[in-house]
């Protein structure tokens, strides 16, 4: 069920006149719990007792870790087997399963049904590592274990956010659900704006946008003009379809009552990798931040074997990030994408250009700029290229341009990705310079208007869905 | 709330001057039947092929007719006339169009109508109606078809769309506007480069013609467009059959002495996991079912082992070596039918 759809559209309305009328918090807690794994079991059945299965074994670990505190990292240990265990299979089965499929045939044994059969459930790799910070959280004893598998079941689950993030940590969800809500006309008016910017960005900007870079990504052998006009096309597209969701889910959660992590802070005006890294995915950013980074840079630290400065400026971040590349998908598109930004990052620390740079002048600040908005956009060529072959082709193999007929298809590309960029670049204007102005209302009236324009009943789902 | 109702202000001058603007540009009428307008042109070239060929039997598809069988080879080994209506990107809708205002109407009449379908396609009147497939199903159209709109259009609308197009001259009018939109931006800097709209019009059809795909792009896009006839909902026979052309189209054929076939030509689009479901087999079970009870001929190939995979072009189309084969399949089946 897509947050764009009809069916939805009716999901949540019935959802939200149970829930408000209800004032008890219990109820309304078992009320989106049930809602949320309705809405999870939409896709496939099997999925929420998948869901269910392994709430109901993180809780239980997590409440061990309390109650016996020195089998702690024995209950951690567990944890963490089941939970990467189970993405592990779901996600890289379907990478591995054409070798084992042709395997089973040799020896007679047709699989093809059952390996067809496991599919990634979607959202899995979200509530994970969801899971995975609530227990780390615990075992470090930042955290008390909820007392009520209820809480921490809609914790895991909660709709809004189980198919794509944001990643909500523990210590800013659980507080909300422990907590009473009663209906105020604030929500509405905090929600309205992301539910309009949401269906924007998504219907009118990355839907149009899809079309084009699709067809360019679709080649068999594009030029280097095309592959450049594409991964521009796609940078937009991903980012548009991505924050689209991210605002319709903080802005429905909002009318719930909760208030959700932007995952968004205009990515693509970073100077560096890190400064991306802090403005994109942020939630996924921070989870990998405290989780797999400070801990392997600690370790390296603490160890007693001295690596020298460049191996240990080097370490952290490109296991980070390979880690980040796995995370996003079962392909060597991603592993490569993940190691690119992890020599990115370890290359502009050994440089001595940190984080958070400030330019002395607009021009080096322009500089900055360009030189880290063409890496954004080569890294999303890595990211949507079908394979890595076929990078390497386009990179390599082909002429920049080979026809009139490229040139004129690049041109309609770029003129399509300025096109559709030009209303997130006055939104960030507006939102900076003329907040709740007249023309700020103005420019989400218009925003409204084009959603109709734009509306279709057979909308694509949202890309970062299938992660 | 101030910037809510700001917005609300804003939103509702917007609405109500469209409401007013584009019933007065356009001549619609508001409220309006839902579904989209048909022009009053109606294309009706098969009436005179008819009459001028007078072939015994006539052969009806998409492009797997087009790639699937050789209609000079089926009529010289059935020794009958055979005209082939092989029209790539048609489905049902056109399909019934064609019967209804040419085939029915013309003063010849085929003894034999045979129609090569994939799947689910004759329970399916929602597939190929939209987007461009639009402007071929209006060709055929009269300027009222009542079924038409109520089959591949209203019925797949969910209430709101059915408000919304009956009520609302922004949603109706989108279509034109978009198009306006779409073609500000496409044009523009090709134009710039000295490429006016027929020289960009050229190359977006060189390059989104299908050539120089990705093999598995054309493979992922085949099976995307392909899905929707997969979708439990086409896959339940009894509730598509009352919403789709299927029962109309038999009671046109036999009012008219025309004796139908159905033939169901094998692909290899569909995902093994939804042909191997019994959803699909029971699907597959009940047309041939109605069928019979209908005592309409029906032959199905959908999974004939002797259409091996290296007669596929790719994962809907046969090859030469394909079409001869099916070719000589279908034209052995059709010669015991007939005899």
Redesign the interface.
Known sequence: MSFTS?DF?LFYLILFILYWVIHERRWQNLILLAASFVFYAWMQAWYALLLGASILADFLLARGMRSNPVRNKQFMGMSLIVNIGVLAFFKYFSFFSGSVDNALENIGIHA??FL??ILLPAGLSFFTLKKLGYMIDVSRGTLQPTHSLLDFALYVAFFPQIIAGPIERPQKLLPQIESARIWT?EY??EA?PLLVMGFFKKLVIAN?IKVIV??I?????PTGFLLMCGALGFSLQILADFSAYTDLSRGIALLLGFKTSENFNLPYTSLTPTDFWNRWHITLSNWLRDYIFFPIRRALMQSRIKLNDSLSISIPPLATMFISGLWHGAGWTYILWGLYYGVLIAAYQWIGIRGDLKPTSKIKSALAWLVMFTFIVFGWAIFRA?NIH?LGNALFNTPFINS??D???G??A???TL?YSLPLIIKSLLDRYSK?S?G???Y???A??LI????N??SSDFIYVQF | MRFFLKFSLILSIILAVSSIMIPRNTGMEFPREAGPSLDKQMRQNYIDILVEQEPEIVLMGDSTLVNGVDADLLAQRIDKSVYSIGIPGSASALWYLILKNNIAESPYKPKYLLILFRDSMLTAPGYRVHGSYFDLVDEYAARREPELIQYSFVNLMNPLEIVAERYFPLYIARAGIRGSIDSSIRYFAPQLAGCDRNCTDYAMGDIFSGADLEPNALVDAVAAAESYLYSPDQLDFDSQLARSYLPMMIEIAAENNIQMIFVRIKVESADSRITNSPGFKDYINSLGDYLANKKVQYFDYGSDPRLTHDLFRDSIHLNERGQAVFTQLLSDDLKNMIK
Not at chain 1, 452 to 455: L, P, T
């Open positions: 009809y559209l093809d049904a067809l059969a006309a509405l008016y309205w149009s699709d067809r990504f679709g080649f068999s052998e079908p076929w009139q007929n040139l004129v298809l041109l309609i770029l003129t399509m096109a709740d007249w700020q209302a103005a989400y009236a218009i409204a208007a109709v324009i734009y509306i009943s057979a």
